[in-house]
């Protein structure tokens, strides 16, 4: 199975000039930022939550409009392993509940993933951008052996 497609910003592999100008423009046009209130529907929990994800995210600039179904399943998500919690401190340990928290917190990891909301995500990422900032030697040898006029 392919991987999945990478926003430019973090895409580890090497683009043109106007091949990532191309895809950038594209990213830009089919999305819009996420917007900075929580839809109204969701409880008061969920809008908390989704306040916090959009606040630690939305300065990054890989979050947008199109991931909102993503961010409102982590909302809920969450609030629901926070009711799970409430219920096992309250009524004991329970097979159902623990099942239910077990599957629910998998599901809160992929998300996370896809949110860059894990430290993996976040290590990767970071991985991804110090590789793009560092030049390979080889192509700054060729680039100066060229006068600079590679792309």
Excluded: W
């Excluded at 999305?31 to 994800?53: G, H, M, V």
């Excluded at 809920?76 to 004991?92: A, K, Q, V």
């Amino acid at each position: 199975m392919p991987k999945r497609a990478k926003p430019t910003a973090i895409n580890s592999k090497h683009l043109t000039k106007a091949e990532k100008e191309v895809r950038e423009q594209a990213e830009n046009i089919i999305t819009a930022d996420l917007p900075q209130e929580p839809p109204p529907d969701l409880s008061d929990e969920r809008k908390n939550i989704y306040r916090f994800i959009y606040n630690a995210l939305n300065d990054s600039g890989l979050i947008k409009g199109l991931d909102i179904e993503t961010v409102l399943q982590a909302c809920i998500t969450i609030d629901r392993l926070h009711e799970i919690d409430r219920l096992i401190d309250t009524e004991g340990i329970n097979k159902n509940l623990l099942s239910l928290k077990d599957t629910l917190f998998k599901q809160y990891l992929k998300i996370a993933d896809l949110l860059c909301m894990s430290p993996s995500a976040r290590a990767k990422l970071g991985t991804l951008t110090t590789n793009k900032q560092e030049q390979d030697p080889l192509i700054s040898l060729l680039e100066d052996m060229d006068g600079g006029s590679n792309d």
